[in-house]
């Protein structure tokens, strides 16, 4: 017999300006679990993640976590990091000052685990820059390197490897594969492809309202 499931989506649905975004998004992740959210811009896969993060509400559906609504539940947002598309860096602070902010955020301890975090994201000789004066592809490393220092169960990734090189990319893909076989969870919107990680996809286009010239009614 399989095991419970950790986290739930029971046919959420967004309306934007009176345009259903999505609707009838279901799918149910258990330990080990990654499930990669794809389709084009403007579909709403920034949208979804948002109201797995608890920041918006879904005009219909809802989220449990181990049985129990997400929203307003303190243990599940105990239990999950966000990361957002943008950074989200001050720029005048340095890496170490954002993280070690963020740290005292979650009662985590400092600067030791701050530089591990950024050493394990191979982050070391710009940490001490203001974070103006880094490329996208470092900033990216360092709002990833939350992921290291908050160690929540559920991350909740929009477009991780956006600006990331390479090397980046597989570092990324190499925390992935590391937080998956501690039991972690993983929902993320990407327009690409993991090599060395096995998902689950959910196209969001296919959740997205038919238009008017294909509804079956119309005899087409």
């Known amino acids: 017999m399989p095991p419970e499931p950790l986290l739930e989506l029971h046919n959420l649905a967004f309306e934007r300006d009176d345009y259903a975004l999505f609707s009838g998004v279901s799918a149910a ?7 990669q959210i794809t389709g084009p811009n403007g579909c709403g896969k920034t949208t979804l993640l948002h109201i797995l993060a608890t920041l918006k ?13 997400a929203r307003r539940n303190s243990a599940y947002l105990n239990h999950t990091v966000f990361v957002g598309h ?31 975090a950024l050493d394990q994201l191979n982050f070391t000789a710009a940490r001490d ?11 990216r ?16 990734l929009d477009e991780p490897l956006t600006a990331l090189d390479s090397d980046g990319v597989q570092l990324i893909e190499a925390l992935l594969a590391q937080h998956l076989s501690a ?3 993983v929902v993320f919107s990407s327009h690409q492809v993991l090599e060395h990680v096995p998902v689950r996809t959910l196209a969001l286009a296919d959740f997205a309202p038919k238009p008017w010239f294909e509804e079956s009614s119309l005899g087409l």
């Open 29 to 35: 992740l258990g330990a080990g679990d990654i499930l």
């Open 57 to 69: 509400q879904a005009s219909e559906g809802d989220v449990h976590w181990c049985g129990e609504t």
């Open 86 to 116: 943008q950074s989200a860096l001050k720029a005048q602070l340095s890496a170490r000052e954002n993280l070690c902010w963020y740290a005292r955020l979650f009662g985590a301890v400092g600067s030791p685990a701050v530089d591990q």
């Open 129 to 139: 820059l203001p974070c103006h004066a880094l490329s996208a592809g470092q900033q």
């Open 141 to 156: 490393r360092v709002a990833l390197a939350a992921l290291v220092l908050r160690q929540a169960r559920l991350w909740l």
């Open 183 to 185: 039991g972690g969870l």
